[in-house]
């Protein structure tokens, strides 16, 4: 896929699927890693319908270089520039039993080091000891999110449900969707693949219903320095 083609999708519909930048061999290295990880801390989440790991970069430093391999350097550099930094990285794991269901929303909130009273910020959340917040607008406009499918993902395991080009109505409440004008795509990926999202796009999974695994890195950019003392809580 050419990298304008990319830029052009992301965008015009507020997301990109772009296959192959992993092969069978380096996902084995990386979930090689992940199954070696110490999963009692506070960052892990764990149930019968989700294993997730917050802070995903800081808690498996190990994985750095096996996820930012050259297919995924290439892509970064080549369709946002150097100035992007990772804000935010979670791993899930949505087991084959799987009954977790995620409503339509926009991914409204960044992940910060502290609570500080600062204007157009908020509303402010603390989940598992670190602060998050709803930024201004433009901040969120900036964002971008890589999410990486360490398994084959449809319709029937969870893939995400996505509205093209809602990122572009600012904030979009999930009760005001006119379904007599948007349209719902879903979001199948190949084993290997990524897709490229903006924050402010409404997406949604559904429950697993075939028996397959669905592993995900998800992986959050920004360009954009915050004001005053606040800084991006995981920032790399």
């Known amino acids: 896929m050419e990298i304008m083609d990319i830029n052009n999708k992301i965008s015009a519909n507020g997301f990109s699927i772009i296959p192959n930048i992993y092969n069978d061999e380096e996902i084995e290295q990386i979930l090689e890693v992940i199954n070696q990880v110490d999963t009692s801390k506070d960052t892990f989440r764990k149930s019968a319908d989700l294993f997730a790991i917050r802070q995903f970069l800081k808690e498996v430093p190990a994985v750095h270089d096996l996820i930012f391999n050259e297919k995924l350097k290439a892509i970064i550099q080549s369709t946002f520039g150097d100035n992007y930094f990772v804000v935010k990285s979670i791993y899930f794991d949505k087991p084959e039993q799987s009954n977790w269901f995620v409503a339509y929303h926009q991914d409204l909130t960044i992940s910060v080091d502290k609570k500080i009273e600062l204007e157009n910020f908020g509303p402010w959340t603390v989940k598992q000891n670190q602060f998050a917040v709803q930024p201004p607008i433009d901040i969120l406009q ?14 029937n395991n969870g893939a995400l449900k996505i509205i093209p080009k809602s990122h572009l109505k600012g904030i979009y409440r999930p009760e005001t969707i006119d379904w007599t004008i948007e349209r719902e795509t879903i979001c199948r990926i190949e084993k290997g693949g990524l897709m490229i999202m903006k924050p402010l796009l409404l997406h949604s999974s559904s429950k697993t219903t075939n ?3 669905r592993r995900v890195i998800h992986i959050e950019f920004s360009n954009v320095e915050l004001p005053n003392e606040l800084q991006w809580a995981e920032r790399i």
Do not use: A, G, V
């Open 142 to 155: 900036h964002n971008f999110t890589i999410r990486i499918h360490l398994d084959h993902t449809d319709e």
């Open 211 to 213: 028996n397959n695994k």
